[in-house]
């Protein structure tokens, strides 16, 4: 079940929405119908879905209308046709107290321009959504300390925004929007007004975050390598309309119009596609519970000829291969310990793909994608070759 | 006249006969306005002229120190011009006077704010009160003691009444204006971790407007310290009736002394409220 659906949604400002929404379904494009009628297309019929725990990137250029549509989610702007459900609840038909109760408990908003409270602490900023659901203080700052700690800026609690960079400025921005533990985070442009070093800083730590917190994130930005490295699924918006949604990787292979195209023609894919694009799960057998018995078992039911193994956090300690697995199996040996091969070729997650295709040309075995000593995917032949295929079409265009 | 073509409208009368209908009609209003009033700036008055001069030429003095961030100049500036007018026993006029313009001013506060935040809350309320504040200032002060006097008689409420009149407008302005000066973003903020109307005043709006307003309030102030001599015109006490007495008299001196006492005044009462803005914004 989705947590965000968007079904139909439009918004047009002007003072005449239903003529121009009739235009605009006549297929009159943005441009004709400001001329034609003074309304300005913001969002045109657009429809989603957001899964639980997934990234949702929405981009477009400038005046496309991502900011209308992000704040057409939590109702900001009014929309003038189509559903929103946040949890099956539809926000467009809301009254304000239900429509308060949702912003409050539901989803939180990351701003552009980090929309701090200048006279307000770090803290009491922090606290600003708890403080209006009307949580008691010793309550609210204790979980505002605890957000302010996942981004970082525990000792920072008593400064004013005003004496801060940027990169922490936002870091307020989003510890005041997990305070509330929302659903569904909201995020404009979070990262556009940073410079490119913290902008990057602040993508991982977000994709940290997110691995530990697991929260619906609607991302808007007008930047593509932006999406891609944060993206689960992406949305392009050109108009006001969504023009394609898929992974990055569909974005990139199978440009969906022209427009998309594009977008996307000055990204040399394999430079832009890393690891970790590329990778998929990793079957492994746990050191500590598993012997040859279950590795060989787990081969022989996956087809594979030899499996990764790790320790229960995941640890890469090495693999096996099927016909080592068989003999210790002769020998009576219980354990993997000595039976694994821990010469293994790896690389990270954001290894170039170039590289990964010199790596794997000689390798016996997948190529194993570590983090931190984790082992965090695979990258079997076929997924490098065939990406770069999809490049060498697009370079010969 | 019969020189114009349409016989004179009676304006006079109309307005005349207004005024006599609101004065009969709201004496109920009137009255107790004016008894609750006078007993209130009479006690201030009171309070104040109780207080030794020396001690309150100190206590402002120190007071003055720390609003300007700790710097001597307003603090010297108070000692010595304060001093100047007990030195000329003008003492009690300018406690008089100081109770005027601290009653007429927080009553102005106490009547702009609210509307400069419904004026901010509505465009159909600016749309109406913008000409109306407009008429307010460019009317001469004067004018305003007519109704003054006709509603509260002769004395000090007269002249709180028509300071008011006088001194609100800059408070409905300023804060109108520094409500509606509040970034888009941060109303977005309030409004997305779902602020309900008077949360997002007290939490956001106002304390962001706070500078604003508090400009608008120093020109109240201003304004309301300079009705004080128009106002002794139809009975207030203080320092404006010294300068009232010596233009009847021709009396060069006491104008001058009673002149440069409200100078004094004027400038202290502007500085500190001034100051008082600017150390908090910090
Ligand atoms: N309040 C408004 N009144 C009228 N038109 C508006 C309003 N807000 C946005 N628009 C118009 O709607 C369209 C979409 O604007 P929007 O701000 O959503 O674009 P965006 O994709 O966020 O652009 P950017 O990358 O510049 O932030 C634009 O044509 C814009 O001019
Ligand atoms: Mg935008």
Known sequence: MPIIKVENLSKIFGKNPSQAQKLLDQGLKKEEILKKTGNTVGVNRASFEVEQGEIFVIMGLSGSGKSTLVRLINRLIEPTEGSVYINEENLAAMDSKNLRRVRREKMSMVFQRFALFPYRTVLQNTEFGLEVQGIDKTERSKKAKESLELVGLGSFINQFPGQLSGGMQQRVGLARALANDPEVLLMDEAFSALDPLIRKEMQDELLDLQERMQKTILFITHDLDEALRIGDRIALMKDGSIVQIGTPEDILVNPANDYVEKFVEDVDRSKVLTAQHIMKRPETVNIEKHGPRVALERMREEGLSSIYVTDRSRNLKGYVTADDASQAIEENVKDLTNVIETNVPTCDLDTPMNDIFDMIHNSPVPIAVVEDGKLRGIIVRGAVIGALAGSEVSINE | ?282
Request: charged letters at 10%; a negative charge.
């Open chain 2, 1 to 282: 006249m019969s020189n114009t073509l349409l016989p004179m409208i009676p304006v006079k009368t109309w307005v005349d006969q207004s005024v006599e209908w609101i004065t009969d009609t709201f004496e109920f209003v009137f009255d107790p306005i004016k008894n609750n009033l006078d007993t209130f700036i009479e006690f201030l008055s009171e309070t104040l002229q109780v207080i030794n001069p020396w001690i309150f030429i100190a206590v402002v003095a120190i007071i003055a120190f720390f609003v300007t961030g700790k710097r001597i100049g307003l603090a010297a500036f108070s000692i010595v011009g304060l001093w100047f007018i007990l030195n000329q026993e003008m003492w009690e006029q300018l406690m008089d006077t100081f109770s005027l313009v601290i009653t007429a001013s927080l009553i102005s506060v106490i009547i702009g704010v609210p509307f400069g935040i419904w004026m901010a809350k509505s465009n159909i309320v600016q749309a109406i009160l913008t000409p109306i504040l407009d008429f307010m200032q460019t009317m001469p002060a004067f004018v305003y003691l007519i109704p003054a006097v006709a509603f509260f008689g002769i004395g000090m409420v007269p002249g709180v009444f028509a300071s008011v009149i006088f001194a609100v407008p800059p408070t409905v302005r300023f804060t109108n204006l520094g409500i509606r000066q509040v970034s888009t973003e941060l109303i977005e903020a309030a409004d997305a971790f779902g602020t309900t109307g008077i949360q997002k005043l007290f939490k956001v709006q106002l304390p962001m407007a706070k500078k604003t307003i508090m400009a608008g309030i120093n020109q109240t102030v201003m304004l309301a310290l300079s009705m004080v001599v128009i106002a002794s015109m139809i009975g207030a006490e203080g320092l404006g009736k010294e300068v009232i007495t010596a233009l009847q008299r021709n009396d060069v001196g006491l104008g001058f002394v009673a002149g440069v006492s409200i100078v004094i005044l004027a400038i202290v009462i502007d500085r500190f409220t001034q100051s008082l803005n600017t150390q908090k914004g910090e």
